[in-house]
Every structure is written in C-alpha cells, then in structure tokens.
C-alpha cells in the first residue's frame, strides 16, 4: 500500500479510536434522534429492538451521517421496519469507511407488545473489519436486548443493552472490540404538551464509562420539526430539523464537537 494510504489509514484508525469508539463507527442513532442529544434507547431501533413493537407504520430509511467533513469518516446505514400483529420484524445494515479499511454490520431485530405497559426486544448481529493492511477480515457476532414501560399515554422509561454478549469469530490481526463495544442505555420521553417532546438519557459503556444526553423536539407545524440536544464525555450540542411530505420524511441534524468541529448527517425515510 502506498506510504500516503498508509497515513491516512493510521490518522482514520486514531481518531476512530480517540473520539468514536464511545458508540462504535456502525452504531448511531438515526438523523432524527441524533438531533436530540442521540437519546438511542428511547427513539431508535438499532439501539433498541424492543420499539420495533410501538410502531405504527411499516418505514424503509437510510442515513448518512459524516463526521467532522471527512468523507472517509462517513457512515451509510439502512433499515427496513416490518411491524405487525403477530411478530414485529427489522432488517439494518451499515457501512464505515473507505476502500482501504471498512467496517460492516447486519442485523435482525424482534420486538413484542407483553401488554399494555411492556415491550420487549432481541437482535442479533454480525458486524466485520475488512482491510487491505490485515491478510483475514476481524468479525464479531453480538445480541442486543431491549424493553420499554409506559405507566402513562405521555411518557415512555426505556433500556437497552447492546452487544451483551459479544464473541469474536476472527481477530487474530486486529482488536475487534471496536465493532463489539458494549452500551448500556436507560432512557425516558415525556410528551410535555402535544407539540414538545422532552427527552433524556443515561448511558455506560467501556470507554468513556458514564454520559449523558438531554433533547427536546419541538412541532410548531404539522409536518415541520425542529430539534436540539446536548450529549456529554465530550460535550457536544446538537441542533436539527425534518419536514414531512405525504409518507416522506426529510431529517438533517449537525453536531460540534469542542476539538474536531462540526458533523452532519442527512436521513430519508418512508412510512406505508
């Protein structure tokens, strides 16, 4: 590989490492929730399985999320929600990097509604490390379990614990732990009024131990949103927006983190 590679691929490794293994390079919520401080366990199946059971509506969605304006830093993640009567159903794919070093995931997701008040969640996931510098790709296989509890119409306490377990298939060239990170995520919506929603969350996880994150979205149009949030370990702010047309959804969020600038993410979603 050449020498110009290979110092691309060391400075993509280090920053991964130093800024985004909190919530691993395949791993973000979607635009939406991102905007609201990246409260997972509460709006986003890929962080919980068990929402899989709330939902109305069957939706296909894809985002793009890029991180500090390097495209090689970017994220592609699709998904493909199936909710019905009998077992509610999820597909989600994801990719990171570039052709040189890549991380993929796939996943399939189930929730059920228990009763009234409690939904449950599972997924499983394979996710691997492809590299021209590594003679065999690292893989992990992973399960995520999830539950919700809603005591009242306005208010929803989550939790989520993602990859717990996780076993390494094949990493005797690379630590795979990046795409293995544990998070354990409890979470709460509070519908305030009709047109403000009140988030939070509380999350651990290996590398940064404890953070926090506190969102609101505000409706002041049926079909407009307006966002913001703030997420600790580092604190970063985030502001964000999405506009609905008939079953289309258009979600943009950016995010500023104090030492690596501004993050931006696009998201496209239908409901049917």
């Not at 979607?30 to 069957?58: C, I, V, W, Y």
């Not at 493909?80 to 040189?100: K, M, Q, T, W």
């Not at 399960?143 to 298939?169: E, H, K, M, R, W």
């Not at 149009?221 to 966002?227: E, G, I, N, S, T």
Request: glycine fraction near 8%; hydrophobic fraction near 40%; charge should be neutral.
């Amino acid at each position: 590989m050449p020498l110009k590679k290979c110092c691309l691929f060391c400075l993509l490794l280090s920053l991964c490492q130093g800024f985004t293994m909190a919530r691993n390079n395949l791993r973000f919520p979607d635009t939406r929730t991102l905007g609201m401080g990246g409260n997972g366990a509460s709006h986003s199946s890929l962080f919980n399985p068990a929402l899989l059971a709330l939902q109305e509506q069957k939706d296909v969605r894809i985002d793009y999320f890029n991180r500090y304006g390097i495209k090689e830093l970017a994220t592609v993640s699709g998904a493909f929600c199936f909710p019905n009567r009998i077992l509610p159903a999820g597909l989600h794919v994801a990719s990171f990097g570039y052709d040189e070093y890549r991380e993929s995931m796939f996943r399939l997701s189930t929730g059920k509604r228990l009763n009234a008040f409690w939904t449950l969640g599972i997924s499983v996931q394979y996710a691997v490390i492809q590299s021209q510098l590594f003679e065999s790709d690292a893989s992990r296989l992973s399960t995520d379990i999830g539950a919700s509890f809603q005591p009242v119409d306005n208010c929803l306490i989550t939790c989520s614990a993602i990859n717990v377990p996780s076993i390494s298939l094949n990493s005797e060239e690379v630590d795979s732990e990046r795409i293995g990170t544990y998070l354990i995520e409890l979470g709460v919506n509070w519908q305030l009024v009709n047109n403000l929603l009140i988030t939070g969350s509380m999350a651990h996880n290996r590398e940064t131990r404890w953070e926090a994150s506190l969102g609101m979205e505000y409706r002041p149009y049926d079909d407009f949103h307006l966002r913001s949030g703030v997420r600790t370990a580092p604190f970063r702010p985030s502001l964000g927006a999405g506009y609905r047309f008939a079953g289309l959804i258009a979600d943009v969020v950016m995010i500023y983190h104090p030492v690596l600038g501004i993050s931006t993410g696009l998201g496209l979603s239908f409901s049917f």
